[in-house]
C-alpha cells in the first residue's frame, strides 16, 4: 500500500493537545470529503504523539480500524468507517 496516495497531516513539532485537536479536525474534512483511508505523521521519538493518537483513535467513532504502517513506524493508517445507503 502506498501511503503517498491517501491524505496525510504531519504533527511533528506540535505538542500533545494541539497535534489532537489537529487530528480531529483532519478527520472531521476527511469524513466529509468520504476519504476511506488517511494517514497520520506522528513520528518516532518518544512515542507521545503516536500514543496521543492512538487515544484519540481509539474513541472516535468514525474510525473503523488503523495500524501502525511496518515500513515506517513513525505513520499510523487510519481507514474511515462509513454507513452503507
Excluded at 511533528?12 to 466529509?32: L, S
Excluded at 513520528?43 to 492512538?54: D, H, P, R, S, W
Aim: net charge positive.
Amino acid at each position: 500500500m502506498i501511503l503517498s496516495s491517501y491524505p496525510s497531516i504531519d504533527l511533528h513539532g506540535m505538542d500533545r493537545e494541539y497535534a489532537t485537536f489537529k487530528v480531529k479536525e483532519f478527520i472531521d474534512d476527511c469524513y466529509k470529503l468520504k476519504y476511506e483511508y488517511i494517514v497520520i505523521i506522528h513520528g518516532i521519538g518518544t512515542g507521545i504523539l503516536k500514543n496521543a493518537v492512538n487515544l484519540y483513535l481509539k474513541k472516535d467513532k468514525r474510525v473503523l480500524e488503523y495500524k501502525l504502517d511496518f515500513m515506517n513506524p513513525g505513520c499510523t493508517l487510519v481507514r474511515l468507517k462509513f454507513d452503507n445507503p
